[in-house]
C-alpha cells in the first residue's frame, strides 16, 4: 500500500473545519449566498498555499481551484477532486463542537449538550460496521457538518500526501471547493475553462465502498393561485380566497405514494418545499424527482391537473404553473465513458475495500459538471445521518476515501 506509513491529517483537518460557520441560504440572491462560506474557502487557500501550491486561488463567487502538480512523464487527463465547503440551511451550523469519541465499542452515543440526541446502531445500522473506529460527532445543539466538510478534509489531506510524495506516479490533479452545494448552486459559477480538467470525481457520499454514478433528475415547480380580494365584511358572493385554492389543492397530493415519506429505491416524487400565502395570492414550491429524466414532465402534468381541479373548485381563482430544470442524471453522461467508474472501483479493490455502485436519491455537484463536460462520479467519505444533529463520521472511513484517491490517480497514470 502507497499509503501504510503514512500520519493522516484528515480527522484534525475535519475537526477544525466543523468549527467554522458556512451555512448556505436558499433565500439569498447573492453567489455565494453567504459570505460566512469564504472563511473556510480562505482557511483553505491558505493552508493550500503553506503545502507550496502556488497556483491556489479563490475566485468572487467563492470557488477554490488549486492544483497538485502530476509527477508522471505520460500525457494523463486531468483529474479533478470536488467538494463543498457550505452545510445545509436544515439545522444550525453555528458553533459545531466536534467530539472524537474513540474505537467506539457499539453503545448508545448520548451527546452532551442535549441528551435528547442520541446516535445508536438501531437507528444507524451502518454505525454498527464501525464499531472499532473513531467516531466524530458533534454535541446534541449542531448538525456535524461531514457533508461535506469529510470530502473537504480528505482532499486537504490528499493534497498534503502527495505532495510529500512526488515518487508516486501521477497525473495533474486540479482541486475544487465549491459554495451553495445544499441549496443547489454548487457549481452554477464555475469557470470550467479555469478549472480545465477532463475528469472528476465528487467526495461526497456516505458509507465506504458506495461509488455513485446515478442521481435524481430535478426539476422545481412552482404553481401560483390567484384570488379575488374584497372587504371581509362585505365579501359574501365576491372573495375568493387564494391561501384557501392553495389548501385545497395540497389537501388532493395522494399520501399513500408519489411523495418522500413513502418512495425509496428507484421510485420518484414530487414534494412541496414551501408555501407562502395571502387572500389574493398564494405560491406552493415544488421540487419533482425521478431517474427517469423522461418521467419529469409526466409528474408535472399530474401536478398541473391537480392544481387545475383545486381551481375548479373556487370560481373566479386562476393559476400559473412554472417549471424550472435543476439537475440532471449524470447516468445519462456516465454510461457514455464507463472507465470513470471502472477506475474508480479498480482504486477502491486496491485500497482493499469492497465496492458498491449505487443510486443517489439526490444530486451532488457531480449531477451538474457531467453535463457541464466533466464527467463526475461520486466518491464515499463516511458522512453518515446528514442534515441532522445526529451526524457522525468515521475517521478510518475518511483515511480509506483518502487512500482510494491517490490508487485512483496511479490507476488513471497507469492507463494513460
Known amino acids: 500500500m502507497p499509503i501504510a506509513n503514512y500520519s493522516h491529517t484528515v480527522a484534525e483537518r475535519f475537526m477544525r473545519y466543523v468549527q467554522i460557520d458556512t451555512q448556505s441560504d436558499p433565500n439569498s440572491p447573492t453567489q455565494p449566498s453567504t459570505e460566512k462560506q469564504k472563511e473556510l474557502s480562505l482557511l483553505l487557500l491558505q493552508e493550500l498555499h503553506e503545502m507550496g501550491i502556488s497556483d491556489a486561488e479563490l475566485d ?150 458506495h461509488l455513485e454514478g446515478e442521481t435524481f433528475s430535478a426539476n422545481a415547480a412552482t404553481v401560483t393561485f390567484q384570488g379575488i380580494s374584497a372587504h371581509p365584511g362585505y365579501a359574501k358572493g365576491k372573495m375568493v380566497h387564494a391561501s384557501k385554492v392553495a389548501a385545497a389543492f395540497l389537501a388532493s397530493l395522494p399520501a399513500g405514494e408519489w411523495c418522500p415519506e413513502v418512495t425509496e429505491g428507484m421510485q420518484g416524487f414530487v414534494h412541496p418545499v414551501a408555501m407562502d400565502g395571502g387572500l ?36 373566479g381563482s386562476s393559476m400559473t404553473f412554472a417549471v424550472k430544470e435543476q439537475y440532471r442524471n449524470m447516468k445519462e453522461i456516465l454510461d457514455g465513458c464507463p472507465h470513470v467508474m471502472d477506475y474508480a472501483q479498480a482504486a477502491m479493490v486496491r485500497a482493499g475495500i469492497t465496492p458498491q455502485r449505487m443510486s443517489i436519491r439526490g444530486g451532488t455537484d457531480g449531477s451538474r459538471l457531467s453535463f457541464m463536460g466533466l464527467p463526475c462520479p461520486n466518491i464515499f467519505t463516511g458522512e453518515m445521518g446528514i442534515h441532522s444533529k445526529q451526524e457522525y463520521v468515521s475517521v478510518q472511513d475518511m483515511e480509506k476515501a483518502v487512500e482510494t484517491l491517490v490508487h485512483l490517480a496511479q490507476i488513471w497514470e497507469e492507463k494513460a
Open 280 to 315: 389574493e395570492k398564494a405560491t406552493v414550491q415544488f421540487i419533482v424527482r425521478d431517474f427517469d429524466t423522461t418521467r419529469l414532465p409526466v409528474h408535472e402534468q399530474r401536478l398541473r391537473g391537480l392544481a387545475e381541479q383545486a381551481v375548479a373548485k373556487f370560481p
Open 60 to 209: 468572487i463567487h467563492g470557488y477554490v481551484y488549486a492544483t497538485i502538480p502530476g509527477t508522471s512523464d505520460k500525457e494523463v487527463p486531468v483529474l479533478c477532486y470536488c467538494s463543498h465547503v457550505d452545510t445545509a440551511p436544515d439545522c444550525s451550523g453555528a458553533g459545531v463542537k466536534p467530539i472524537l469519541h474513540r474505537a467506539y465499542n457499539g453503545s448508545d452515543i448520548i451527546l452532551p449538550d442535549d441528551t435528547s440526541v442520541i446516535i445508536n446502531t438501531h437507528d444507524h445500522p451502518y454505525l454498527s460496521q464501525r464499531i472499532g473506529d473513531d467516531i466524530i460527532t458533534a454535541s446534541g445543539t449542531t448538525l456535524l457538518g461531514a457533508d461535506d466538510k469529510a470530502g473537504v478534509a480528505i482532499i486537504m489531506d490528499l493534497a498534503a500526501y502527495l505532495l510529500q510524495h512526488p515518487e508516486i506516479k501521477r497525473g495533474a490533479i486540479r482541486i475544487l471547493f465549491t459554495p451553495d452545494e445544499e441549496i443547489g448552486r454548487g457549481v452554477a459559477a464555475v469557470n470550467m475553462e479555469k478549472l480545465a480538467a477532463h475528469y472528476g470525481y465528487t467526495l461526497d457520499g456516505g458509507e465506504r465502498g
